[in-house]
């Protein structure tokens, strides 16, 4: 029986660069800029002495992991990890596992996309299969939209109110792309994407970085006096859920899977009362509304009754996308997994600025999931070890 | 041992009618000439398809031993059409495939051609399909007079429900219509020259020989299915081979088009939708010289009343508002940027899964029975190994488990309606899960547990190369309203 991850590793450094269509950055400026924000976080003055290996992410790399050491002019260990949109957090776990391993003392995660570097807007549409087409992913995701609407009575509303909760934290995040409130009224008649996700209930294609410094827990506080323990990184992955004869659209296995092995490891029973705070994946309105019961903060088919009564508000009991997630960043792919983790860092640590919570959160997670859907990663962290 | 004849039939034509009050841009009445048009998703090759499934209904597929493709719209120059076609309707490796093209005439060449090989004993059946999808110059009379649509027979000697009993062929050499390598539109020559020397004179001078060579005259037939172009032609035609009005078989002018080389084989399965034991059938067609055909009929297809042939599918229509969705449907619009002529997708690829792309083949497990599509090596419900029998699931029906309306898709009419449904087997039990698209249909007629039926269609061009996958469509009964 393995005994995880639990307070053997923290964190010590964190950045993230503006998100956004940045056409006049390129990959080495984003790595550069969100690294240097999570060394000077961490304190790190020598990286070339003080980190000892890199693990990358990134979906739409043009040149793969030589794009980290040659931004960070760096001779280390470097390895390049990729699992669809859940890749930031799966670069995290393999360098948690590395370090609690011992094979590494103190590494660097970077997590990055620049994907406005293709020349199209929106999604895109990969041709590999004669059959593999029309397969954007606002296409995979929605089919699970009308069997839970049928069976458990959310509308297009509920879907609404989610992009107008995350548009409104996202213009609270200085490092946000879209910083605009929107209505119900708005979202419900923005141009139709592939129903029933019009243009609000989507993530933008947006580039950014996302970094953290990892370190073994015995040796955080040589970097800062509030280190923040990872308490589980967990990971779920399956076959495409369409042709399981089994699925009933109402629910993903792979984030039920990684959020059972994360609360085990983190030793979490209750996850709707001990997670204080979550960021989770939302490249689809419904992504979140989904992944809300999945978790299992609240029983599956009742989101509708938690959303109304703004349960998942930054004023609400359990706050969920305090920065605006996808939503608002957009979703530069290897980049949004840390990014979440840099979010819930600094909420652990009541540096969140105007996004602070009412309540002092102590245990933290985030989420991704991507595919058809067909992988998943959860990230619980705690200020407490 | 029976004479070689047409055991069977079947008949293919696209739900989608063009008024022709739309081309010239005035809003469609009920009533209104039209002509049925191949969608985008729709080519020479896929109507082939549909026509030949029809045909094949009830038959053992394993007794078909040749398939005749009669067109002059394939995609290809080199590359064979009757292959593909032969695939999608998952007929066995150790058959002939033919193409018979470049001229109008292939539909009635392409019987013969069939029948002979029947006689000379070297094929037991053959599958003949014409197919043809030809296009005029957007607003031109040529693009007004002409039609999309497939026609299938079944030749072999066994249960001979026509048979053919005296032919005529001549031979002529004229430009009157014509596509050079590379037109995508019809040309011709002027139009009283082309009809007046060509077509009509062709067509008087083989049906004059033939009835020479059977001492048959006009009021043998009980019915007669001449080729002809529009019904002035026909009018001529008519008069040369002595038929009257009421022996004539509707040659559909006004509600499919003058369908080229399918045109003929199509009017002559819609006679045996009809036909009685004892009747006489003349056909004739026309294309570089002309052919004239007696079919003596000796009984009626046992199924006749749920064969999908002619009668069927003229009822069977949406008709097109906008003249701009027609042209954005056949790649007529302009735009600045051709699509660009990458690699699309890999043919080795292609190559490992064309029983599953053509045939819509997937397996079913030997130790739980669960259904997969695609084929894959593991069971995705217990978990065994390399333990699978493979099944065809074209024939079957299907129910929508769930949708999405995609606004991204290229599509003439967007949304593209992606469902994925659940393969409903013959004994009712759940097969495969599929993600396909749904066509033939508007968006407003999807929802979750909507009958379905698979359609072969052409999914998309990537590579500038026609790819094809099968889509679901409503049940087909007679779905209307419009595009």
Partial sequence: ?385 | MSQAGIETYGAYIPVTRLPLSVISGRTAKEGDAEKAVAWSDEDAITMAVAAGLNCLQGVDRSRVDAVILATTTLAFSEKQGASIVAKALDLTGDIKTIDISGSLRAGTLAIQQAIDMVKAGSVRKVLVIASDCRMGAPRSGIESSLGDAAAAVLVGNEAVIAELTASASHANEMMDVWRRQGDAFVHSWEDRFINDHGLIENSAAVIKTLYAKTGKTGKDFSKACLYATDARNLGSIMKAAGIKPDQLQDAMFGKVGCTGASFAPLLLVSALEKAKAGDALLVTSYGDGADALVFTVKGEAKDKNNRRAVSFYLHRRRTVDNYNKYLSARDLNVTEYPSPDDQGISATVQFRNRDENLSLQGQVCGSCGTHQFPKGRVCVRCGSKDNWKTMTYSACRGKVLTYTLDAFYPSPEPPTVATIIEVVLPDGKPGPRIHMQFADASAKEIKTSLPVEFAFRRIHRAGRRPNYFWKCTPIQQTAGGAV
């Fill in chain 1, 1 to 385: 029986m393995s005994d995880g991850l639990k307070n053997k590793v923290a964190i010590v450094g964190v950045g993230r660069c503006k998100f956004g269509e940045n056409w006049d950055r390129s990959e080495e400026d984003m790595i550069v800029d969100a690294t240097y924000l999570a060394y000077q976080d961490a304190g790190i003055e020598d990286p070339r002495k003080q980190i000892d290996a890199i693990y990358c992410g990134s979906l739409y790399s043009k040149n793969g992991p030589v794009e980290v050491s040659e931004a960070l002019k760096l001779y280390k260990p470097l390895t390049m990890v990729l699992n669809y949109c859940a890749t930031g957090t799966e670069a995290f776990r393999a360098a948690c596992m590395s370090v609690a391993a011992g094979v590494y003392e103190t590494v660097l995660v970077v997590g990055y996309d620049k994907p406005k570097d293709r020349g199209v807007s929106g999604p895109s549409v990969n041709i590999r299969d004669v059959r593999d087409l029309p397969a954007t992913p606002a296409g995979w995701f929605a089919v699970c939209a009308q069997p839970y609407f049928e069976k458990y009575g959310a509308t297009r509303e509920h879907l609404a109110k989610i992009a107008v909760k995350n548009h409104h934290n996202g213009t609270l995040a200085p490092e946000s792309f879209l910083k605009k409130e929107i209505t119900v009224e708005e979202a419900l008649n923005g141009r139709m994407i592939s129903w029933p996700f019009g243009l609000f209930d989507c993530a933008a294609q947006s580039d950014g970085c996302a970094v953290t410094v990892i370190t073994r827990a015995d040796k955080a506080k040589n970097f800062r006096k509030d280190p923040v323990y990872v308490k589980a990184v967990a990971s779920g992955s399956g076959p495409n859920p369409n042709t399981d004869p089994d699925f009933d659209f109402c629910r993903w296995k792979p984030t039920e899977n990684a959020a059972a092995e994360a609360y085990k490891m983190a030793g979490i029973t209750n996850p709707g009362k001990e997670i204080h705070v979550a960021q989770v994946h939302d490249c689809f309105t419904l992504t979140e509304l989904l992944t809300y019961e999945d978790l299992g903060f609240i029983p599956k088919g009742s989101a509708k009754e938690y959303i109304d009564s703004g349960y998942f508000q930054l004023t609400g009991e359990l706050p969920v996308n305090t920065d605006g997630g996808l939503k608002t960043f957009g979703h530069p792919t290897g980049a949004t997994g840390v990014r979440m983790i840099v979010e819930n860092v600094l909420q652990l640590r009541g540096q969140a600025g105007p996004r602070s919570l009412k309540k002092q959160p102590t245990v933290a997670l985030s989420h991704n999931i991507g595919g058809f859907p067909t992988g998943c990663a959860v990230a619980i962290l705690g200020i407490e070890k």
